[in-house]
C-alpha cells in the first residue's frame, strides 16, 4: 500500500529531446527528434503514429547544453509573457517555448518548471526551486502576479525589466572590454619582447666592455627574471588570482570594500553609481506597480542594486520604512543618492504615482549610464594607446642607450 502511495506522488520524469530513425506504413526510412522522459515512451508515441522504431537514442548535448545566463532568462520571461497574453494555457506556453529553445540546459530547466506546474505547484513556487536562476525580486513578482490575477501583465514588466537590466550591464561590459582586450595584447607583447628580443640585445651588449644605463640594467634584470622564474611567477599570480576570486565570493566584508573602491574610481566609479541609481529606480517602479507592499518590495531591490553598499543602505531604509518613516526621508539619511532622485521619489509619494515617477528615474539614469559609457570609450582608447606607447616605447629606448652611448663615445 506504502510502496502504491509513493509511487503515485512520484514526481514524473521530465521531457528530455530523443533523436530516432524508423520506417513508416509504406516501409520508407524516416527519422526525427521528439520530447519524451524516456525511450519506452518514444517507441510508444512512434507506433501510435505508424512507425516502426529502428533506432532511438538521446541526444547527448542534454546532458551538457551551457550554462543558463540571465540573458537566457529575460529571453524565457519575454517568451514566456508573449504566449500567455495571447491566451496561450500556460503549460503549452511551456512546451512552445521549451521546442524553441536551442540550449538544452535552458530546456531541461523550463521542463522541469511545466512539470512542476502541471502537477498543481504553482508558478511561483516552482520557479523559487531554481534559485540560481530566478532570484528573489523575480519570484515576488510572479507571486503577485498570481495572487491579482494579472500573471501575464507582471511577466510582461518582468521582462521589460530583465531586457533594461542586462541592456545596462551589456553596456558597461562592451566599454570595459577593448581596454582588457588591449592590455591582455599588451602583456603577451611584453612577454614575447622579454623572453626571446631583449635576450639578444643582452649578447649584444657584453661585447661593449662598458658599463650599461641603469635602465637597462632594470629592464634586463626583469627579462632574467621572467625568462628563468616565469613559470612560477605565473603560478604566483594565478593563485593570487584564484584565492581574491575565492574570497571575493565568499567573504562579504571583502566585497563590501571593493565595493565602496569601486565606486570611487574616476570615470568608472560614476558609471557604477548611475548603474545602481537605475537598477533600484527600476526595480522600485516595476515592484510598486506589481502592488507589493513597499517593505517587502525593498528587501528585492537591495539585492537588484549590484552593489552591496547601495544593498545595505536599501536594507536600512526597509527598516526605517516598516517604522513609518517615508520613502524620500529614508533615502535622504543615506547620503547616497543624488538630491534629484530623492525629490522625484518624495514627488511620487506624495501623488501617489511612486511607480511612474521611480520609472522616469530608471529612464533617465539609463541614458545617463549610455551617454557616460560612450566618453568613457571615447577617453579610455587615446590612453590606452598612450599605455602602450609608453611599456613597448620604454623596451626599445632600453635597449638603443646603449647604442646610442657607444656612438657618442665613437664620434
Request: a positive charge.
Amino acid at each position: 500500500m506504502a510502496t502504491a502511495i509513493s509511487a503515485t506522488l512520484k514526481t514524473p520524469k521530465p521531457d528530455v529531446p530523443f533523436l530516432w530513425e524508423g520506417r513508416d506504413k509504406r516501409g520508407q526510412r524516416v527519422k526525427g527528434n521528439t520530447m519524451a522522459p524516456d525511450e519506452t515512451a518514444v517507441r510508444a508515441e512512434l507506433r501510435r503514429q505508424g512507425i516502426a522504431p529502428l533506432r532511438i537514442r538521446r541526444k547527448r548535448d542534454s546532458l551538457k547544453g551551457g550554462k543558463v545566463n540571465a540573458a537566457d532568462i529575460a529571453v524565457f520571461a519575454r517568451q514566456l509573457a508573449t504566449m500567455l497574453i495571447a491566451g496561450i494555457p500556460m503549460v503549452q506556453s511551456f512546451e512552445i517555448v521549451a521546442s524553441g529553445v536551442d540550449k538544452p540546459s535552458l530546456r531541461n530547466l523550463i521542463l522541469a518548471i511545466k512539470t512542476d506546474v502541471e502537477s498543481g505547484t504553482s508558478l511561483h513556487e516552482a520557479l523559487a526551486k531554481h534559485p540560481l536562476y530566478f532570484d528573489d525580486l523575480f519570484v515576488n513578482l510572479v507571486r503577485a502576479g498570481e495572487q491579482a490575477g494579472a500573471l501575464d501583465t507582471l511577466l510582461d514588466k518582468i521582462a521589460t525589466y530583465k531586457e533594461k537590466s542586462e541592456a545596462t550591464k551589456k553596456k558597461v561590459k562592451k566599454a570595459l572590454f577593448y581596454p582588457a582586450a588591449v592590455l591582455i595584447v599588451a602583456a603577451i607583447v611584453t612577454t614575447v619582447l622579454m623572453i626571446f628580443v631583449i635576450p639578444e640585445f643582452q649578447k649584444l651588449f657584453k661585447g661593449f666592455g662598458a658599463n650599461l644605463p641603469a635602465f637597462t640594467m632594470f629592464v634586463i634584470h626583469i627579462s632574467n627574471a621572467v625568462r628563468h622564474q616565469g613559470i612560477l611567477i605565473a603560478i604566483g599570480l594565478g593563485i593570487a588570482a584564484w584565492v581574491f576570486v575565492y574570497f571575493k565570493k565568499r567573504s562579504r566584508k571583502m566585497r563590501e570594500v571593493l565595493d565602496r573602491m569601486s565606486l570611487k574610481i574616476p570615470i568608472i566609479g560614476p558609471i557604477l553609481n548611475k548603474a545602481a541609481i537605475s537598477r533600484y529606480a527600476r526595480t522600485l517602479s516595476t515592484m510598486f506597480a506589481a502592488g507589493v507592499p513597499l517593505v517587502e518590495a525593498l528587501e528585492s531591490i537591495a539585492g537588484a542594486t549590484g552593489n552591496i553598499i547601495y544593498e545595505n543602505a536599501v536594507l536600512k531604509m526597509r527598516d526605517e520604512v516598516a517604522t513609518g518613516q517615508r520613502l524620500q526621508r529614508a533615502m535622504e539619511t543615506q547620503g547616497i543618492f543624488p538630491n534629484m532622485v530623492v525629490q522625484m521619489i518624495a514627488v511620487g509619494e506624495e501623488a501617489g504615482s511612486l511607480d511612474e515617477m521611480a520609472g522616469k528615474v530608471a529612464v533617465f539614469y539609463e541614458a545617463e549610464v549610455d551617454n557616460a559609457v560612450d566618453a568613457m570609450s571615447s577617453l579610455l582608447e587615446p590612453l590606452i594607446m598612450v599605455i602602450l606607447g609608453v611599456i613597448v616605447g620604454g623596451l626599445v629606448i632600453a635597449m638603443y642607450l646603449p647604442i646610442f652611448q657607444l656612438g657618442n663615445v665613437v664620434h
